[in-house]
């Protein structure tokens, strides 16, 4: 079974650039989260959907941040107008969607803010 | 609202030695409770989960953790390491919301092994 993929894996802009993040959950997975994880810290909940609905979006950010996941299955995570504060990995999550089961996590997307 | 202290930042163990890496939490109710384990350039593994029940819970790769709701504690436990265990560790506690699991997590221990 395919795990959780993430792309890019690596990421350097400018500050008000934007850039986006692209997660595949493992197939049948219903929920995904989105976490940011600061050097040096734990990951922090942004986003999580059911399908293609969004539960709960207000841990994100700011209005530069937007995460979308239309079908279902893939999402994609994005970021206007970048700061140096966005700098972090990005890491996606999925679990097959009853409140006990197990968050499988991809590898990341790495972002370095210049 | 929950919250989890893992207090010691960086840990230095011998291999073969036995280790214990720290968490308290923050909750109301019962919580569930999770370790996870980050290898370099990688993401997160599941080590293991508490789910109410025996206090003491059995792990990937010989870690066990045991839950102790006087003391508000999770501790992670390895008999012997290996210098494979070099890794950053996570304690989390979850919120059932509904019928979704959000994770709050510590800010990690960094284990290093030395030969």
């Known amino acids: 079974e395919a795990g959780v993929t993430q792309s890019p894996r690596y990421a350097v802009l400018q500050e008000g650039q934007a850039v986006s993040f692209w997660c595949d959950p493992i197939?049948?997975?219903?929920?995904l989260y989105w976490y940011q994880q600061p050097r040096d810290q734990g990951p922090q909940l942004l986003v999580y959907?059911?399908?293609?609905?969004?539960?709960?979006n207000s841990q994100l950010p700011s209005d530069r941040f937007s995460a979308v996941r239309p079908k279902g299955t893939n999402s994609t995570l994005k970021i206007q107008s970048a700061k140096q504060g966005d700098t972090a990995t990005y890491l996606c999550?999925?679990?097959?969607?009853?409140?006990?089961?197990?968050?499988?996590f991809g590898p990341g997307t790495r972002l370095l803010v210049l | 609202a929950q919250s989890v202290t893992q207090p010691d930042a960086r840990v230095t163990v011998s291999e073969g030695a036995s280790l214990q890496l720290r968490c308290k939490y923050s909750?109301?109710?019962?919580?569930?409770l999770f370790w996870y384990v980050q290898y370099p350039r990688q993401g997160l593994q599941l080590l293991l989960k508490?789910?109410?029940?025996?206090?003491v819970v059995q792990g990937v790769n010989g870690f066990e953790a045991e839950f102790s709701k006087s003391n508000s504690s999770f501790h992670l436990r390895k008999a012997s390491v290996h210098w494979s265990d070099w890794a950053v560790y996570f304690c989390?506690?979850?919120?059932?919301?509904?019928?979704?699991?959000?994770?709050?997590f510590g800010a990690g221990t960094r284990l290093a092994v030395c030969p």
């Open positions: 989390a506690v979850s919120m059932l919301s509904g019928s979704f699991n959000k994770l709050t």
């Open positions: 909750y109301f109710g019962t919580p569930y």
């Open positions: 999550a999925s679990s097959p969607g009853t409140g006990k089961d197990t968050q499988y």
């Open positions: 508490y789910y109410p029940g025996d206090p």
């Open positions: 959907f059911r399908d293609e609905a969004v539960i709960d």
């Open positions: 197939s049948g997975h219903d929920t």
